[in-house]
């Protein structure tokens, strides 16, 4: 396995990795002021919510028609013109006057837009390294999305206290277009992975071959459900906690990168790959904690312990690509990535409802119990499957 050191030295890495990480930067300064400036405006803990992972529920749509574009469109031009886009919607929300309506309009354009830019990144990182230098590129990834929501977050509850939500998306867009210039400028114009032109009829094929395989349809249902559950909880930070919620999720970013390090350096591969379900049950049983309506100190205990669960997705996209095609890294690694960020989207919407019916505190703890649940039922279900199935043949090409 090879060290950050060496994967920083790789050709077009670093570039990845810096643009990767100012996108990060500016999508939680920038969620956590439009869940602000939402909740500030309606007093509603559903919209406060579905502002902050409303982008996540137009996944569902990309991965339907859009999908096929991961490895058939040119991955410099595809990521650049995605963070381009972000600073542009992103410097609408800010626009003052602006109906709640259209915000939430620019969020699920967003959200389609963004639709591509997981199975174009993670593709582009299995293509720059190695096989083997995967699992510890994806980690480093994740410490660093750790790291920036950290600091986001805590940086974005900080200016919420000195500048409006407005100025604070403002500088979120500011963020985007640097992460747009540095794709642009760092990364080689590469060509598609994929000969034919994305296309919907493409796309759900591919997912058709991807699905058909009862190991691969566990492990992506493992990476979807309980980890969305339990960004549902996540969502409800600024209900629950409305002066605290920066704290929160600084809080749940730190617990996050303590688990990716963990998992993605410190382990050897035999233990980590019998940690998937444990880690994803202590994901979600510290919110159960929330049921007693606990102090901000002891709610952020809480999340920095559940957080360290996060890191059951590296084991689990490590067990994916076992499972895959290599022509079809690109596609399968989207589809994990639209398939978790709707299931996101899903389970925010959802305990925001709940929430408006009961209360933040009671929602979360409901989230945290199904999640709990499901993970039991996957991990019956996985041991009746076979360890390895046969490699299929990859979909047919749509010539160009």
Known sequence: MPSYRALLRTPEFTPLFLGSAAQTAAQTVGGLALGTLVFRATGSPLLSAVSMFGPSLAQVLGATFLLSGADRLPP???????????????AVQALPGLPVGAVFAVVLALGLVASLG???????????LATEGYLTGRSLFSMVNGLMQITG???GGALLTVLSPRTCLLLAAALYLTAALVLRLGLSARPPRATGRP????TRRTNAVLW???PRRLTYLGLWLPNGMVVGCESLYVSYAPHAAGT????GALGMFAGDV??????????RARLATPLLLLLAAPYLVFGAHPSVPVAAVCVTVASVGFGASLVQQERLMELTPGELAGHALGLHSAGMLTMQGTSAALAGAVAQLTSPAAAMTAMAAVSVCVTLALATAARRSPVRPAPEPAPERTPS
């Open 76 to 90: 410099r031009t595809a990521l650049s013109a995605i963070a381009l886009a972000f600073a542009a919607g992103t």
């Open 118 to 128: 997981g199975g174009v990144r993670w593709g582009l990182l299995n293509e720059i």
């Open 153 to 155: 977050f805590a940086t």
């Open 199 to 202: 296309s919907a009829s493409a």
């Open 212 to 214: 058909s395989s009862r």
């Open 248 to 251: 929160l999720f600084a809080c």
């Open 262 to 271: 963990t998992v993605g350096r410190l382990l050897p591969a035999a233990v």
